[in-house]
């Protein structure tokens, strides 16, 4: 409840998004910077590495078995984004915090999973590709940003029209049809636990279940196997060149070799479910989100008979490891030196290059300590005054101001020191911000500038006191 707190004062009316007219009500608060990124629709963009991206993976789901859904409208209702997928009413991704809503009804979806439904209800056959933008207040660093593009997939199956109802069989034999892969993956099926990951025993035999995650595995090592190896033919097509000849060692062998896991994750409307991991940088990455598709959404939607998996693909991370693009902000760069790398590349992969960074430009940091409005919880007693108390504490408001204020040239924001005074009761907060343009170095005067606006905004929009 207190995150729902109004910004009364703030909200305009009505905001016009690709062509729609929404009335807004309190719970509006989408920021003018992302508002200005709904018309962008990158992965439509010609081109473009998201782009790219998208037709790599649909090419390892081709129709007529899949088809591809790539402009449905990122402006949907709060019940097909969560009630429709069975999020429960106090799951955290629905706060006001998490989440950018036009009016308490409409938001700017979370995740393109807010289609299923419809598309299951629609008598979906077979399976489906659906890309898009979406949107989330979310921490800034090399790989997180507001507004990201995410694949969804789905394939279904139906007892009603497989040889003999026999779903597993069925599934089995398609699962056999698909390609095999020679990569080597670290934890190929970690233990579902039945707590967070039961078998929909009412619902799905053992075997059914089996055989669709099977199935679903398959597909995206498939997916994934692809995207190395077009990345391991554009290192070595990049040395090739660089060379002269092909007989010196490529950077295709230099590159680190492919490691991928999957880790048991957990959806409100999936079960068993995963996440893919692919090492990166010297870290583990995620870069889907899948599953058994939840019984309900089938039953809901279409039809008791059926069962199949669906998942959510990050299109910026998987182009991340294709391009070796080092940072999430490049993909919204208008930069010639950006955007000229990729040309040609969509309709020609044999073109495609591992990017080549115009250069690292220098880290400034700059520190912002301050006082939450009010005592702690701890400490007891409520705040005065309209600044953010500090129960009312959420990172995600100050990342997003950070964000506002210097807009693309903060490379990441960390929390780097915390403390409740022990008289007081009030809480202390110091963020370490890293300013870094990707087009030019930053000078000391341009940076503080920059820190000075951060700071007033943390002021006037958080109410906190800077120490
Ligand atoms: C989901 O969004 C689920 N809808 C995925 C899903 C679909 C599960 C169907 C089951 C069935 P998650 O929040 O983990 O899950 O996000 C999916 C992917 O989006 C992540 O693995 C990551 O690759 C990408 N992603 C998430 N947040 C960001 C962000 N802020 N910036 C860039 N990419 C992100
Ligand atoms: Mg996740």
Not at 142 to 167: C, I, K
Not at 175 to 188: C, F, I, W
Not at 200 to 219: C, F, G, I, W, Y
Not at 279 to 302: I, R
């Amino acid at each position: 409840a207190a995150r729902s707190r109004p910004d009364v004062a703030t909200h305009p009316q009505t905001v016009e998004i690709n062509g729609n007219k929404y009335t807004t009500d309190p719970w509006f608060n989408v920021s003018s910077t992302v508002l200005s990124l709904t018309s962008r629709k990158l992965h439509l963009q010609k081109d473009h590495p998201v782009a790219i991206t998208r037709k790599i993976v649909e090419s390892v789901f081709p129709p007529p078995t899949y088809r591809y859904y790539n402009d449905f409208d990122p402006v949907v209702s709060t019940y097909e984004n969560f009630d429709s997928l069975g999020f429960p009413p106090d799951h955290p991704g629905r706060a006001r915090s998490d989440t950018y809503y036009i009016n308490k009804d409409t938001l700017l979806r979370t995740h393109t999973s807010a289609h299923e439904a419809e598309l299951f209800r629609a008598g979906a056959s077979g399976g489906f590709l659906i890309s898009g933008d979406v949107y989330r207040r979310d921490e800034v660093d090399r790989s997180h940003y507001p507004v990201f593009h995410q694949m969804e997939g789905a394939r279904v199956w139906d007892r009603n029209t497989v040889p003999n109802g026999d779903l597993a069989a069925a599934v089995l034999q398609d699962l056999d049809r698909l390609p095999k892969h020679n990569m080597t993956v670290e934890d190929p099926s970690p233990p579902s636990h039945p707590d967070r990951n039961p078998l929909q025993a009412e619902h799905h035999t053992p075997e059914e279940a089996a055989a669709v995650a099977a199935h679903l595995k398959r597909s995206l090592e498939l997916m994934v196997n692809e995207i190395f190896s077009r990345a391991k033919a554009a290192a070595t097509a990049a040395a090739g060149a660089k060379n002269g000849t092909t007989t010196t060692t490529t950077a295709a062998e230099r590159t680190e070799p492919l490691r991928v896991r999957w880790v048991e994750a957990s959806f409100p409307f999936t079960s068993p479910s995963w996440e893919l991991e692919v090492f990166y940088q010297g870290d583990w990455l995620e870069v889907l989100g899948c599953g058994v598709s939840k019984h309900e959404l089938h039953a809901h939607a279409s039809g008791p008979s059926r069962m199949g998996w669906a998942f959510g693909i990050g299109l910026e991370r998987i182009a991340m490891l294709l391009f070796r693009i080092p940072d999430i902000r490049l993909f919204w760069s208008r930069d010639v030196r950006f955007l000229s790398q990729f040309r040609g590349v969509e309709d020609d992969l044999a073109r495609l290059r591992p990017f080549v960074p115009f250069s690292k430009y220098p880290a400034c940091y700059r520190d912002v300590s301050f006082w939450l409005r009010g005592a702690s919880a701890a400490g007891g007693g409520g705040g005065a005054g309209a600044g953010k108390a500090a129960a009312d504490w959420h990172g995600n408001d100050l990342m997003e101001v950070v964000r506002d204020a210097a807009g693309d040239c903060v490379e990441d924001v960390r929390l780097v020191d915390e403390f409740v005074h022990p008289a007081t009761g009030r809480r202390s907060m110091c963020y370490r911000i890293n300013y870094r343009s990707l087009e030019k170095t930053l000078t000391n005067a341009e940076a503080n500038e920059m820190h000075g606006r951060v700071t007033r905004a943390l002021v006037e929009r958080l109410g906190v006191e800077v120490r």
